[in-house]
């Protein structure tokens, strides 16, 4: 019976594939367009798990089906260059440049990311998706990981054209509130959230940081006046983590994902004080959280006499928290304590 269930579903995926690209390719070669960009969006899908899987796991007989091997991070590359090379034959593409940029977007290269979001801007300068990606990118290669004038700038672009773009709104949002521009942070994440599935993950996170952002707002000109006292050895402040992955979720790492460290304050925003983004292929990992590693300008963890430290693998490969992400349990410590911090990733949010 598994046989012959096996060979049925085979031939039905065989036969849908054929359907879909088979076509696609004959027209690009009538069109003398690279077959390239079809092949790399049939990894790309095959990169992400079929929920049909996940739903007859569920209701079925799990025992009927052994998975297919996922695509690798060297089938994804390999794909890539092919692309690139295409690319460079026919670089008014935009589709194409669109396409690699998700690609190593999800290799985790940013850099690359960025410098085919550049090809493409200059094919459409007024694509808000590629607008906001230009900024995830560009932020994602800057080590202090702050939003400037020119992302700004592009973020503002994007809301022209779309005005509830969602990322530009959040990502907005972030910039004002590392310039301590609290008003103008909560302006854009009250335009947020009525945008966002009520009761998510997402919605709950921006609306802890709305009130933040409310709340720094009305007391912005006290805090001016009279700034935190940090405790001694400001400069010290050193936060040694180590970050293990449980063995039960080691085969769950996917190529895209990011490993972020970092540390909040405790009973506070949930935005982190401090940030360090790794690939999860170095866990397990020890990384010295400091103030260099602030997510805002001025940002002091010796004003903070206790944080939280904790450890998120990002299935999006970006800061933002969302459902299937694998998470430590927070650990709450001391900012002048000099002793190792463990985490544990170990649990699927």
């Known amino acids: 019976m598994t046989t012959r269930f096996l060979i049925i579903a085979a031939v039905m995926v065989v ?3 054929g359907c879909m690209v088979v076509p696609m390719l004959r027209s690009a070669r009538r ?3 690279p077959r390239m960009p079809f092949v790399l969006a049939l990894l790309l899908v095959l990169a992400t798990p079929p929920a049909v899987f996940g739903l007859y796991l569920l209701i079925g007989t799990p025992q009927a089906l052994v998975a297919a091997p996922a695509p690798t991070a060297a089938n ?4 890539a260059r092919q692309l690139q090379a295409s690319l460079a034959k026919k670089p008014g593409d935009a589709k194409g440049w669109a396409l690699l940029a998700q690609a190593y977007s999800a290799l985790n290269e940013p850099q690359q990311a960025l410098d085919a979001l550049d090809r493409l801007l200059e094919l459409q300068p007024d694509n808000p998706d590629a607008l906001v990606a230009w900024v995830e990118a560009s932020v994602e290669t800057s080590s202090s990981h702050l939003i400037g ?3 700004r700038s592009k973020l503002r672009h994007a809301l022209t054209i779309n005005p509830h773009h969602q990322r530009a709104l959040w990502l907005l949002g972030i910039s004002d509130f590392q310039r301590k521009q609290y008003a103008d942070a909560a302006r854009q994440w009250k335009t947020l959230l009525p945008l966002l599935q009520p009761g998510s993950k997402v919605a709950a996170t921006v609306k802890a ?3 933040e952002a409310e709340r720094a707002s009305g007391a912005a000109p006290a805090a001016a006046s009279t700034p935190p006292v940090a405790l001694a050895s400001t400069d010290g402040v050193a936060l040694h983590v180590t970050v293990t992955l449980a063995p039960k979720l080691a085969d769950q790492l996917k190529p895209g994902d990011a490993l972020f460290v970092f ?4 009973n506070g925003s949930p935005m982190p004080l401090a940030v360090a983004k790794l690939h999860p292929s170095r ?3 020890q ?3 400091t103030n260099a590693m602030a997510m805002a300008p001025g940002v002091d963890l010796a004003a903070y006499p206790r944080v939280e430290v904790a450890a998120r693998i990002s299935r999006s490969g970006n800061a933002m928290p969302q459902a299937g992400d694998l998470e430590s349990a927070p650990v709450e410590v001391a900012t002048d304590s000099r002793a190792p911090i463990a985490l544990t990733i170990d649990k699927v949010d």
């Not at 994804?76 to 794909?79: E, I």
């Not at 540390?263 to 405790?266: D, F, M, S």
Request: charged residues 25%; negative net charge.
């Open 287 to 289: 990384v010295t959280l």
């Open 283 to 285: 866990i397990p990992v």
């Open 31 to 33: 069109e003398g367009r």
């Open 149 to 151: 004038d020119a992302s």
């Open 209 to 211: 940081e709305l009130a």
């Open 76 to 79: 994804l590359a390999d794909a």
């Open 263 to 266: 540390a909040r304050a405790v």
């Open 15 to 17: 036969v849908a594939l």
